[in-house]
């Protein structure tokens, strides 16, 4: 069983992980296209989870065609997505204070990762009231190329200043698992919705349901079957 010392640091993914955005961003973005006379699937937003700015525009593109006016979208699901979060703030997924809490107390490193801008990640966390906790943000705008491409691990690992191989990542997206497994990082799932990829699960180390169930220890699931809780 693998513990949080066991590794010289440990890598957040931001939306989905540490705070729950997505469901603002798909509410905002339906809420969008209704208004122009359009109609945007749950199903089709679950599958931008964890994705950058440029490839949600290119899904979107593809799913409503060429013609389909990106910049309005974008100024109506950006309006929409601040009327909710002044309204009703951000909360944070279960189980985060704990590990936050654990981290502190070992002494382990830990930062941000996010494929976020930095403006929109740190505007995150001042809604969720988690303005002070991460002193090491790598966010979109740091990286050529943002997830499921790994360049923000590797520029994690080089600001913490410790091996990639070395670093606990925790991610909740497909192209998050991609991102972290190319990097060479030991990846932790935790699915921040009810669909569980098979795809998925064959790439990461470990899927846990909680934040704060990585406390107690990790078993690598490409070993065995049991999931430590």
Sequence with gaps: ?????????????????????????????????????????????????????????????????????????????????????????????????????????????????????AINAKECLAFANLAEVFTTIISRDDVLQGKPEPDIFFKAAQILNVPIHQCLVLEDSHAGIVSAKSAGAYTVWIPSTNTIDPVTMSLCNTRVNNLADIITGLVDCRSTATIIN
């Design 1 to 117: 069983m693998l513990k949080l010392t066991d590794f010289s640091a440990v890598i957040f993914d931001m939306d989905g992980l540490v705070l729950d955005t997505e469901p603002t961003y798909f509410i905002a973005w339906q809420q969008a296209a209704k208004t122009m006379g359009y109609n945007l699937s749950s199903d089709f937003c679950e599958l931008l989870s964890g994705l950058h700015y440029q490839a949600v525009t290119e899904h979107l593109l593809r799913y409503f065609g060429a013609d389909f006016n990106l910049p309005h979208f974008n100024e109506l699901s950006g309006l929409y997505w601040y009327e909710q979060v002044y309204r009703y703030g951000i909360n944070i997924r279960p189980g985060f204070n704990e590990l936050i809490e654990s981290l502190v107390q070992q002494q382990v490193p830990y930062c941000l990762a996010t494929n976020s801008s």
